[in-house]
């Protein structure tokens, strides 16, 4: 199977200033690579152009009396290359069902936008022995709202494993990692078109530093392409 083209995201969260960003980004540009709302533009004016640039949310209409929500074709009018859907904390403290996440990935693929759509349970969850019941459930909302995968990256977030003082294994990212495939390759049409290209979840430090060899042992979270 050939391998799909690598990513590396980050996420701000609701942190940082226009001076803050300036010193991120410095580091960025001058790295050697392969190829907050608020601050889209001003992180695209100063960002190298090969550094794609993101939203961490937006909603599936675009325009109408929706106080405080911001449009997929807004984050694409100031700069904008992605955006994050279905973040654990849009789920548990906005209480983003799955079909209005699958709603949102579908209006931002249209609007020209990529999507780092994000699945994940949580500590009660995994202990119940309900983990793959779970993610199979957030997928099937996004596999219903996907035709074309080809600009769509699925973000695995072990949430029980963030803040919570439990460590997620690399064993155990990768056996969910294989369990999604599998997912993906029988509830869609990519079968035998199906390449993944590995990607770090934002909860990166909880993985221990030897493990960071991603050619070698990647881990859960991965992009579809064609």
């Known amino acids: ?25 410095g580091n960025l540009n001058r790295a050697d690579l392969d190829s907050n709302v608020v601050y889209i533009d001003h992180v695209r004016q100063i960002c190298r ?9 937006c909603f599936y209409k675009s325009s109408g009396a929706y106080t405080g929500e911001i449009s997929a074709e807004m984050l694409k009018d100031m700069g ?7 973040h654990t904390e849009r789920r548990t403290l906005f209480k983003e069902s799955d079909t209005e996440i699958g709603l949102k990935i579908s209006h931002a693929l249209a609007a020209g936008l990529k999507v780092i ?3 994940g349970e949580t500590l009660s969850e995994r202990e119940s022995g309900t983990t793959l019941q779970v993610l199979f459930r957030q997928l099937q909302a996004i596999v219903e709202h996907v035709q074309d995968w080809t600009d769509v990256v699925i973000a695995y977030e072990p949430v029980w494993a963030i803040g919570t003082g439990r460590v997620a294994t690399p064993e155990q990212a990768q056996e969910v990692h294989a369990a999604i495939r599998r997912r993906l390759q029988e509830t869609t ?21 030897r493990h960071l060899t991603i050619a070698a042992k ?3 979270v991965f992009r579809v392409e064609f």
Do not use: H, W
């Not at 199977?1 to 980004?25: H, P």
């Not at 904008?80 to 279905?86: Q, T």
């Open 218 to 220: 990647p881990l859960s």
């Open 80 to 86: 904008a290359d992605y955006v994050i859907l279905g």
């Open 1 to 25: 199977m050939a391998r799909g083209k690598f990513i590396v995201g980050t996420n701000f969260k609701m942190n940082g200033s226009k001076s803050s960003l300036e010193g991120l980004v």
């Open 189 to 209: 049409i990519l079968f035998l078109n199906l390449k993944l290209s590995k990607l770090y979840p934002d909860a990166i430090e909880l993985f221990p530093r």
């Open 117 to 119: 759509a994000c699945i």
């Open 49 to 57: 152009k090969d550094i794609a640039v993101g939203g961490q949310n």
